[in-house]
């Protein structure tokens, strides 16, 4: 599997439009004849395959290569970013979790009602929305018009006309620290860190809500659920200890595929909120056709796939004992 995701990675990055060259040939210090021994000696000019072959062998020998644009070693690269991505992946991860799963069950025993139709409409609203646009929108209201209330001349903005220039933002609209701290604070990251987390978790929460939802309708139902009513155990007991064990089973599944977006980070939110992460790397790279950051990234990404795929595979024996491996 990973063989074939590094041939059909390397030959789309390959065939992209301009190609490894194209940011170089935006320079104007750079001659025809410059260009053309730049091409020769990055390898550009040998068929895809030969250029496949070597990059491979390369990195069965650990060597990821250089960045094409910082010149730095790609390893580098990416651990000067990792920190910052699980760091703000992890938070938003932990919330969505903590938001998704009571309100999906809740959402579940309270089928029909009021807050059963205001969560599965949250829910598609939340699956809906370009997520990019909704990070926008955290900006221009928390940002933008809101204020701090601690700030010198509080006023509250609407627009630009009835605003406070003076006044302090209600919270950051981008980076992991204020400007130009270079040791910031516990509070003053967390404080950077609400909008992208809410911009991620309220759309993760929403997927996570549909599903648990859904699993918790069909198990609530089961024979052994009622089996269990019957002998007069408590509903308290008979939701958490038998039917919300085996309605969380399935979702493992949407754990385990999303568990390596942590490392690949939020391409959007990344970069709209300028968190120097793993995400925000890949844009640049992509704009820049910056062949072995893509590739390294790329690759990570789709190894760690496959080895939490094989992981809940593994959990799901633990879950329920009706599964075993032979």
Same mark, same amino acid.
């Given at each position: 599997?990973?063989?074939?995701?590094?041939?059909?990675?390397?030959?789309?990055?390959?065939?992209?439009?301009?190609?490894? !060259?194209?940011?170089?040939?935006?320079?104007?210090?750079? /001659?025809?004849?410059?260009?053309?021994?730049?091409?020769?000696?990055?390898?550009?000019?040998?068929?895809?395959? +030969?250029?496949?072959?070597?990059?491979?062998?390369?990195?069965?020998?650990?060597?990821?290569?250089?960045?094409?644009?910082?010149?730095?070693?790609?390893?580098?690269?990416?651990?000067?970013?990792?920190?910052?991505?699980?760091?703000?992946?992890?938070?938003?991860?932990?919330?969505?979790?903590?938001?998704?799963?009571?309100?999906?069950?809740? @959402?579940?025993?309270?089928?029909?009602?009021?807050?059963?139709?205001?969560?599965?409409?949250?829910?598609?609203?939340?699956?809906?929305?370009?997520?990019?646009?909704?990070?926008?929108? $955290?900006?221009?209201?928390?940002?933008?018009?809101?204020?701090?209330?601690?700030?010198?001349?509080?006023?509250?903005?609407?627009?630009?006309?009835?605003?406070?220039?003076?006044?302090?933002?209600?919270?950051?609209?981008?980076?992991?620290?204020?400007?130009?701290?270079?040791?910031? /604070?516990?509070?003053?990251?967390?404080?950077? !860190?609400?909008?992208?987390? @809410? !911009?991620?978790?309220?759309?993760?929460?929403?997927?996570?809500?549909?599903? !648990?939802?859904?699993?918790?309708? +069909?198990?609530?139902?089961?024979?052994?659920?009622?089996?269990?009513?019957?002998?007069?155990?408590?509903?308290?007991?008979?939701?958490?200890?038998?039917?919300?064990?085996?309605?969380?089973?399935?979702?493992?599944?949407?754990?385990?595929?999303?568990?390596?977006?942590?490392?690949?980070?939020?391409?959007?939110?990344?970069?709209?909120?300028?968190?120097?992460?793993?995400?925000?790397?890949?844009?640049?790279?992509?704009?820049?056709?910056?062949?072995?950051?893509?590739?390294?990234?790329?690759?990570?990404?789709?190894?760690?796939?496959?080895?939490?795929? $094989?992981?809940?595979?593994?959990?799901?024996?633990?879950?329920?004992?009706?599964?075993?491996?032979?």
């Amino acid at each position: 599997m990973l063989i074939v995701i590094s041939m059909l990675a390397f030959g789309l990055i390959s065939m992209a439009p301009g190609g490894v !060259m194209a940011g170089f040939e935006e320079n104007p210090n750079l /001659t025809p004849e410059d260009l053309a021994r730049l091409e020769e000696s990055l390898g550009l000019n040998r068929p895809i395959h +030969e250029r496949y072959l070597e990059w491979a062998g390369l990195l069965l020998r650990g060597d990821w290569g250089h960045s094409l644009t910082s010149k730095r070693p790609v390893l580098d690269e990416i651990g000067e970013r990792l920190p910052n991505t699980l760091q703000l992946m992890s938070v938003a991860y932990l919330v969505t979790l903590l938001l998704a799963i009571p309100i999906g069950v809740a @959402s579940a025993l309270r089928q029909y009602s009021l807050f059963d139709h205001l969560v599965t409409f949250w829910a598609f609203v939340g699956q809906a929305i370009p997520i990019f646009w909704f990070g926008l929108i $955290l900006i221009i209201v928390f940002n933008v018009w809101l204020k701090n209330p601690f700030s010198p001349n509080f006023g509250f903005a609407w627009s630009h006309l009835f605003g406070c220039p003076d006044c302090l933002p209600l919270m950051p609209g981008g980076g992991m620290a204020p400007y130009g701290v270079d040791d910031p /604070t516990i509070l003053q990251r967390l404080k950077h !860190m609400v909008l992208p987390v @809410s !911009m991620l978790a309220l759309f993760g929460a929403g997927s996570y809500t549909r599903y !648990m939802r859904g699993q918790m309708l +069909e198990t609530i139902h089961l024979d052994y659920v009622r089996t269990a009513r019957a002998k007069g155990l408590r509903e308290r007991k008979i939701i958490i200890s038998h039917a919300l064990k085996n309605a969380v089973t399935p979702i493992i599944t949407i754990m385990a595929l999303d568990l390596p977006g942590l490392f690949g980070g939020a391409l959007f939110t990344e970069t709209i909120f300028s968190w120097p992460g793993i995400g925000r790397l890949f844009y640049t790279a992509a704009q820049r056709v910056d062949f072995p950051v893509l590739m390294a990234i790329i690759m990570i990404n789709a190894a760690l796939i496959i080895l939490f795929n $094989l992981i809940a595979d593994v959990v799901y024996a633990f879950l329920d004992p009706r599964i075993r491996f032979t």
